[in-house]
């Protein structure tokens, strides 16, 4: 290639030289031109832009119809990229993704609660982000048509919150965990343990631990604790005093202890409020509970633990907290020799 000096160059030599291979700056030879000719110069400018950045104007543009869902025009896109690069593997499989979910979504839009969830169930194949975002979209504005919403769910995952959640819109996730517990689903601790991973998400630990702890109290059948966003909760399954039931097997296979099991080691806190408002009230549920086998055994030894602590604290001395803990002894020794270490009597 011929070398140019620091001197403006002819107009003879700039013609010879390829539109891609200059750039104009401010002061040269250009400031000097025939104003007329400037237009024609930035059109060409601009079109040279375009043509060195077509590929990645296309494909944003690709990327906004995935998220949209208007997948004939983001096919017809990648097919004009295609005829360029005809083996681009990736290529080839974003197209295929697009064709594959516009039949797919084709005659949805008054499909039922199953038929929504068999989209679902597909979500995990698809490896565009732009295009799951669209069918959660999707997914979410169908599910919003229903008239209770908040009552619509298909086991494990299949309910507005999660969808909210899967799309990074925590607040609004939570809204609807939480109108499906007011609603009175059975499936409690799921919803409640599902909240508290919203509330883990939003950076509140100290809240979400307290529906954390109400899942495992009151429907701990039912909570998944494996897949929760809370390493800490997670964790708990795996803590010396929750592996270590040599004498307990059965109670291996239920997370109804963790709620001790979190107390122990200083993640859960007892709530002692509802025996110092109305201890006679709580007494009288307790025992009611304990003759006719209302509760589980862990959550029952917990109502123990809590009047335990409360008589211990609060009331100093009490005669009755040999009575509770001859109660909790007979109930579960290996449980009652945790707390009696815990509290430093063991």
């Known amino acids: 290639m011929a070398t140019y000096s620091k001197a403006c160059p002819s ?4 013609d010879n030289i390829p539109n891609d291979r200059y750039v104009i700056y401010p002061g040269s030879w250009a400031d000097q031109m025939d104003p007329a000719d400037t237009g024609h110069k930035e059109t060409t400018l601009q079109l040279d832009l375009f043509t060195d950045n077509r590929r990645t104007i296309l494909l ?13 025009k983001a096919s017809a896109i990648y097919a004009d990229l295609l005829m360029d690069e005809p083996d681009d593997e990736a290529l080839l499989h974003v197209k295929f993704e697009a064709e594959k979910w516009g039949e797919l979504l084709s ?5 039922d609660a199953h038929q929504l969830n068999a989209i679902y169930l597909l979500l995990p194949e698809v490896t565009s982000l732009r295009l799951r975002e669209g069918i959660l979209t999707f997914l979410i504005d169908r599910l919003l048509a229903f008239p209770s919403p ?4 298909i086991p494990p995952h299949f309910h507005l919150g999660c969808l909210f959640r899967e799309m990074g819109r925590h607040v609004e996730a939570g809204y609807w965990f939480v109108a499906a517990l007011r609603s009175g689903r059975a499936e409690r601790g799921r919803f409640l343990a599902w909240h508290g991973d919203v ?53 291996r296979e239920t997370d109804a202890w963790l709620p001790f099991v979190g107390w122990l080691n200083g993640t859960f806190s007892l709530d002692l409020n509802v025996i110092t408002l109305d201890r006679g009230d709580f ?11 209302k509760l589980l055994p862990a959550r029952l030894w917990y109502e123990y633990l809590r009047y335990a602590e409360y008589l211990r604290t609060c009331l100093r001395d009490d005669p009755e907290l040999v009575r509770v803990r001859r109660r909790m002894k007979e109930l579960n020794a290996y449980m009652f020799a945790r707390y009696m270490k815990k509290i430093g009597r063991g």
């Open 199 to 251: 509330v883990t998400l939003c950076g509140d630990d100290a809240a979400a631990m307290e529906h954390y702890q109400a899942a495992f109290l009151e429907d701990p059948g039912t909570v998944e604790i494996d897949s929760l966003a809370n390493r800490t909760i997670r964790n708990l399954l795996h803590s010396p005093d929750h592996d270590n039931f040599d004498e307990e097997p059965d109670d």
């Open 283 to 293: 007494v009288n549920y307790l025992q009611l509970a304990d003759d006719e086998a």
């Open 60 to 72: 944003n543009d690709a990327a906004g119809l995935l998220r949209l869902l208007e997948l004939e």
């Open 107 to 111: 005659g949805l839009l008054d499909a």
């Open 150 to 153: 908040e009552l619509v769910y």
């Open 11 to 14: 107009q003879s030599n700039v």
